[in-house]
């Protein structure tokens, strides 16, 4: 039997609240209900980041969440393939992230441009 996620066109989003970054980092690892490349957020730290074994921040602030090596030659596709994500599960964390305001990873910006003139609420890739 199918579920309504599998009948309907749309891909969902898991979106997960912590009060810390050591929160979202200890429930990323015990959780069940956390699954890799559902978006993080901390407002408190000005953070979002993505779930997986090692919790990755999007955003400059990245408090107990890890970061990405910057490398120049990196694209979006080589990003997603060496987390194991896929290239919209880390678009959609870096889009909630400029919606809250918050200043991104230099990585993640370069990686996720904004389209001139668009919105960051309606930013897709």
Same mark, same amino acid.
């Given at each position: ?5 599998? =009948?309907?066109?749309f891909?969902? =989003?898991? &979106? ?14 015990? $959780? ?14 000005? /953070? ?6 090692w ?6 602030e990245? +408090?107990?969440?890890?970061? /990405? /090596?910057?490398? %120049? $030659?990196?694209t &979006?596709?080589?990003?997603a ?12 964390? /870096?889009?909630?992230? =400029? ?13 996720? %441009?904004?389209? %001139? +003139?668009?919105?960051p ?5």
């Open positions: 039997m199918l579920t309504d996620s599998e =009948r309907f066109a891909i969902p =989003r898991r &979106l997960h609240s912590f009060a810390t970054t050591g929160n979202a980092y200890d429930a990323c690892q015990c $959780d069940e209900a956390i699954t890799k490349g559902d978006t993080l957020i901390v407002l408190s730290e000005g /953070v979002v980041g993505l779930a997986w074994a919790p990755i921040a999007v955003t400059a990245h +408090g107990n969440l890890h970061t /990405v /090596v910057d490398k %120049p $030659d990196t &979006l596709g080589h990003l393939t060496d987390i194991s994500m896929t290239t919209e599960d880390i678009a959609h964390a /870096v889009a909630f992230a =400029r919606v809250l305001g918050f200043t991104l990873d230099p990585q993640f910006e370069r990686l996720c %441009p904004l389209v %001139p +003139g668009a919105s609420h309606v930013q897709q890739l």
